[in-house]
């Protein structure tokens, strides 16, 4: 089973700016594309910014120029930095990563637990 961490949620000031971090745990796994959401009260969770195994990236269009989507796959690891941010980004953020199990040779789908970045204007 992969677990995805997620760490560097919290409060800024609009215009500041902050790093969100998600770690992929466990055995004998692969990752395809790793994606952060965020998500606010009564809304639908939205795709941020993605980036695929080659490297490619996309980005919703609120955030483009702003934000940016990288990974370090030694690590596992995807980071979404995040500038010039403005109250409207508040939102809970989550990992989400496409998986491929070596051991059962079957593709899932993980989420991270969600954090809060708050913006205060």
């Known amino acids: 089973q992969v677990q995805l961490v997620e760490s560097g949620g919290g409060l800024v000031q609009a215009g500041g700016s902050m790093r969100l971090s998600c770690a992929a745990s466990g055995s004998m796994f692969s990752i395809n594309a790793m994606d952060w959401y965020r998500q606010t009260p009564g809304k639908q969770r939205e795709l941020v910014a993605g980036i695929t195994s080659g490297g490619s990236t996309n980005y919703a269009d609120a955030v483009k120029g702003r934000f940016t989507i990288s990974r370090d796959s030694a690590k596992d690891t995807v980071y979404l930095q995040m500038n010039s941010l403005n109250p409207e980004d508040t939102a809970v953020y989550y990992c989400?990563?496409?998986?491929?199990?070596?051991?059962?040779?079957?593709?899932?789908?993980?989420w991270g637990q969600g954090m809060q970045v708050t913006v205060s204007s």
């Open positions: 989400n990563a496409d998986l491929y199990n070596w051991g059962t040779h079957t593709k899932s789908d993980s």
